[in-house]
């Protein structure tokens, strides 16, 4: 072999190790390791953020709709005696006020946001009481006629009145008599409100307000959450017109019951808020609650009762609850229903028995006239 032949076949070789020592070395990457380091994959973690759905004002509920942010408040006047029996509508009402008026009747101030019924009532008459209670949120107030005075401070309230005459004038189909799906009913009882055709009319302010404070969901009512159990209450409004409420621990609501049946809606739903409000008020004169000032009130939410005060210096804002020392007492997020009772008239609560394995009788505790009341 020629020297020229020997010094290429060295090259070569030397030019393998040369190759092969640097596949070992990237292999063993660079630290002397004897195992191969295999490629690594970095996965960029992808986070996405939505927003919360927004609070319906008046029940404190998430609206994932976000329909009760595009809606004023809508009140609506719906009768309560045995013609008008069952109603329409008020279970799916945000917020009903039950106010006595002559002849120891009652009606219901029923004021919607979140849901807009199709069928609402049978609607009847305003009363003076009325303006005072839709003041804070304004909005649409609908009803069928009235006497002079309470028809002349309606008008001065912030809302946008619609009695029958106007909601049959405009067109807009936003009241009829005997309306679809309703029982056979008799003049006057037999006018009904269409939730959508109201709210189309317009009224301000787009949201309302908070009438409450409420708790957020989940959380505790503090303070004075704890209150007393109670299985039942009963409020003592004139005979045929008194309701008592019964704990339903598996929904969590207040079911109502008047004349010792379920009080049911057309539909057989049963009205069940999540808040009964017993505010002891009192009258000046017929059908005129003073809502306005303050005075004691019973609080049950949570199959609890909470005692305290509601406290409201002016008509432009709502009435505030609070327990002895003033701090606040929150509701339970859901469907409030408010009891404007007579100062004088008598509650009785059913208080559930303690934990035992003993069998004891439930505690009735009545009133009459609650500490304080003057």
Known sequence: MTRRKKLIIAGAALAFVVVVAGVVVALSGGGGSPHAVRPTTTLKKVTTTSEPPPIAPLTGLPDPTGESQKRPALAVKVENTPPARPQAGLDQADVVYEEEVEGGITRFLAIFNSAAPETIG???????QDPDIVWPIGGIFAFSGGAADPLAAIKLAPVHVVDNNVAVANGAGAMERDAPGQPPRKSPHNLYGHGPQLFALGGTPVPPPPLFQYAPPGADLAPGADGVPVVSMHVGFQHGYDVTYNWDASTNTWKRFQLGAPHLVVGDHQIAPANVVVQFTQYSG??????????????????RLRKGRWVRPT????????????????????????????????????????????????????????????
Do not use: C, H, M
């Open 122 to 128: 049978p609607v009847r008459s305003v009363r003076l």
């Open 286 to 303: 017929v059908s005129n609650a003073q809502t306005v000032g303050e005075g004691d009130v019973w609080i049950f939410s949570d199959g």
């Open 315 to 374: 008509r432009e804002q709502p009435a505030r609850y609070v327990d002895a020392i003033g701090r606040t007492l929150f509701l339970r997020p859901g469907q409030t229903w408010v009891e404007l009772l007579p100062a004088s008239y008598a509650v009785a609560v059913v208080e559930a028995p303690p934990t035992t394995t003993i069998a004891t009788t439930p505690k009735v505790a009545v009133t009459t006239k609650p500490s304080g009341t003057k």
